[in-house]
């Protein structure tokens, strides 16, 4: 086939595991996205730096790897990507933006994290969204998504509240991100 697709690397939420994800990746894949669920840092203290290069890793290698014969991805993959992530995968989605620069960033519920997701959101000059909750209270849009995409350096950048959603909604209100919100 000559039809080339665009990749996107999502980055899961601590300690939430991917399969909480299966929406989006159905969804994404469904209309020509392939899509990247990448199981790093899935531990209680996730390394949120090197979480970023591993997202940002994992959506270079696939773009190199349309290059070569053989590759899975060989002359499948169209140049666009999308870096995308739910709370603590969020952070690091915007974090990873410095690492390779995707042609998009999407962020659900990103929390501010170690290195700042909000600082690092200064580097961004690439389309992005970012999504919220309003009835987050893991990552409250007041103090982390607002900050975070009042931050976001580029003239195309769009901010989503969606009403009646809290934190773990993201994520099917899988059992583990769930228990979370137990504690708010």
Same mark, same amino acid.
């Given at each position: 086939?000559?039809?080339?697709?665009?990749?996107?690397?999502?980055?899961?939420?601590?300690?939430?595991?991917?399969?909480?994800?299966?929406?989006?990746?159905?969804?994404?894949?469904?209309?020509?996205?392939?899509?990247?669920?990448?199981?790093?840092?899935?531990?209680?203290?996730?390394?949120?730096?090197?979480?970023?290069?591993?997202?940002?890793?994992?959506?270079?290698?696939?773009?190199?790897?349309?290059?070569?014969?053989?590759?899975?991805?060989?002359?499948?993959?169209?140049?666009?990507?999308?870096?995308?992530?739910?709370?603590?995968?969020? +952070? /690091?989605? *915007?974090?990873?933006?410095?690492?390779?620069?995707?042609?998009?960033?999407?962020?659900? &519920? #990103? =929390?501010? !994290?170690?290195?700042?997701?909000?600082?690092? +959101? /200064?580097? *961004?000059?690439?389309?992005?969204?970012?999504?919220?909750?309003?009835?987050?209270?893991? &990552? #409250? =849009?007041? !103090?982390?998504?607002?900050?975070?995409?009042?931050?976001?350096?580029?003239?195309?950048?769009?901010?989503?509240?969606?009403?009646?959603?809290?934190?773990?909604?993201?994520?099917?209100?899988?059992?583990?991100?769930?228990?979370?919100?137990?504690?708010?």
């Amino acid at each position: 086939s000559d039809q080339k697709y665009p990749v996107m690397v999502f980055g899961h939420d601590q300690e939430v595991p991917y399969s909480d994800y299966f929406y989006i990746w159905n969804r994404f894949a469904r209309y020509g996205f392939m899509v990247a669920f990448p199981t790093t840092e899935m531990g209680p203290n996730p390394n949120v730096e090197e979480y970023a290069k591993d997202l940002a890793f994992v959506a270079a290698q696939i773009n190199l790897m349309r290059y070569i014969p053989g590759s899975f991805f060989y002359k499948r993959h169209n140049s666009k990507s999308c870096l995308m992530g739910h709370g603590t995968g969020g +952070a /690091a989605a *915007i974090i990873g933006m410095q690492y390779y620069s995707a042609t998009t960033m999407v962020a659900l &519920a #990103p =929390i501010e !994290t170690t290195p700042s997701a909000i600082n690092a +959101a /200064a580097l *961004i000059t690439k389309p992005s969204v970012s999504i919220g909750g309003d009835e987050d209270c893991v &990552a #409250p =849009i007041a !103090t982390n998504q607002m900050p975070i995409f009042n931050n976001i350096d580029s003239d195309c950048k769009t901010f989503i509240n969606m009403y009646d959603a809290a934190h773990c909604h993201f994520a099917m209100n899988g059992v583990v991100c769930g228990s979370t919100e137990v504690l708010c």
